[in-house]
């Protein structure tokens, strides 16, 4: 199964999401930070990592569920948030 290229961005909440469409990523990403493309599987605006959706909240938080514990960071995740917040 070929990957597609989607978009990732850091939305005015801080909050990693990842989507198919580039103006969607540049709509509703907070301004100042950088719309970043990736090969990352996405379900429903979030970055997806062994079939689970994974909830971003910056380099060191991250969830399955909101209300969830947090989970160990995935290193791909996190430099790609990272990457996100970078002024453009």
Do not use: W
């Amino acid at each position: 199964m070929e990957q597609t290229t989607k978009f990732a961005y850091v939305d005015r909440g801080e909050i990693l999401h990842v989507v198919k469409d580039m103006d969607t990523a540049l709509t509703y990403a907070k301004k100042g930070t950088t719309v970043v493309p990736t090969k990352i599987e996405a379900r429903q605006g979030y970055p997806v990592v062994n079939g689970v959706e994974v909830i971003v909240y910056d380099t060191e938080t991250m969830k399955y569920d909101a209300n969830g514990r947090k989970i160990t960071p995935v290193p791909e995740l996190a430099v790609l948030y990272t990457q996100c917040i970078a002024s453009n």
